[in-house]
């Protein structure tokens, strides 16, 4: 893999570049792109719900669940009304082997009718 100039590019730029990734499968070059739009300066308090969610998605499908879970937890507590992001948690802890603590975020979203 080639490596990506990142800093150059607008945030709307990085954004669009992400989903193109994502959609196309290479779910880490979309998380390293994403985590490039978390910390960048540019980036909108707003439009970083959408930032997280993708990117706990992007660190799901590469099987980095331990990062998932935890960037799950860190939207959640920036956006506790999504609740996408509770079966993402929820399903991260279940892959990664731990069900027992996966179960109250697999309700709660179930009880939404997300899950």
Do not use: C
Request: hydrophobic content about 45%.
């Amino acid at each position: 893999m080639t490596a990506i100039r990142l800093l150059p590019r607008s945030p709307y730029d990085l954004w669009r570049w992400a989903e193109e990734l994502f959609s196309t499968r290479d779910y880490l070059g979309a998380a390293t792109t994403l985590e490039s739009l978390l910390v960048h300066p540019e980036v909108d308090e707003r439009d970083l719900a959408q930032v997280r969610e993708l990117l706990v998605r992007a660190y799901y499908h590469s099987a980095r669940l331990g990062k998932a879970a935890e960037a799950a937890r860190a939207a959640l507590a920036a956006d506790p009304g999504n609740t996408y992001l509770l079966l993402l948690l929820g399903r991260s802890l279940e892959r990664a082997g731990h069900a027992e603590d996966a179960l109250p975020y697999l309700r709660m979203a179930d009880a939404t009718g997300v899950a």
